[in-house]
C-alpha cells in the first residue's frame, strides 16, 4: 500500500508499543479503512561552515490539523474546514454550523460515510 501526498489520516494511537510510531487510518482513497504506521524519521544536517557539528533530530512527516466539536466552532470562521461526520448530526443546527464556517464552499471538505449524511431535523421541536 503506497502512500501519497494529501491522503487524509487521522491518528489512531501514539506509541503505545513502539514510541515512535504513529498509527493512522486511511479515511480517502482506494485504501480507506486500512491503517497505516508512520515512523519517526531522523533529520540529520550536514556540518555547517565554522560550527564543526551536525544536528540530529526526529520527527513525524506529518502536517498538524486542528479539530475540534461542531459546537466549539460556533463563532469562529476560519480559510479551510474539513468536517468529518461518521454518523448524521444530531440536530440541523449542526449541519448548518459546521458547513458555514468558511468564506466560500470550495474551502469546505465533507468526509461521510457513502458521501451522504443525514440532516436531522424533529418536527415536533420546531
Same mark, same amino acid.
Given at each position: 500500500m ?6 487524509? =489520516? ?8 513502539? %514510541? ?10 482506494? /485504501?480507506?479503512? !486500512? ?13 555547517? /561552515?565554522g %560550527? ?9 512527516s ?9 459546537? =466549539? &466552532?460556533?463563532?469562529?470562521? =476560519? ?13 440541523? !443546527?449542526?449541519?448548518?454550523? /459546521?458547513?458555514? &464556517?468558511?468564506?466560500?464552499? !470550495? ?6 460515510? &457513502?458521501?451522504?449524511? &443525514? ?8
Amino acid at each position: 500500500m503506497g502512500m501519497w501526498h494529501a491522503t487524509l =489520516k487521522p491518528i489512531r494511537l501514539i506509541g503505545l508499543y513502539l %514510541t515512535n510510531v504513529l498509527q493512522l487510518q486511511v479515511i480517502t482513497g482506494p /485504501s480507506r479503512g !486500512d491503517d497505516f504506521y508512520l515512523p519517526c524519521l531522523p533529520m540529520i544536517t550536514q556540518a555547517a /561552515s565554522g %560550527t564543526g557539528f551536525r544536528m540530529r533530530r526526529l520527527q513525524f512527516s506529518i502536517r498538524v490539523a486542528f479539530a475540534m466539536t461542531i459546537n =466549539k &466552532r460556533q463563532g469562529q470562521t =476560519k480559510r479551510y474546514v474539513g468536517v468529518y461526520l461518521p454518523t448524521p448530526v444530531f440536530m440541523h !443546527d449542526q449541519l448548518y454550523v /459546521s458547513l458555514s &464556517r468558511v468564506g466560500c464552499a !470550495d474551502a469546505v471538505e465533507v468526509l461521510a460515510p &457513502r458521501g451522504i449524511t &443525514r440532516n436531522v431535523v424533529y418536527p415536533e421541536a420546531l
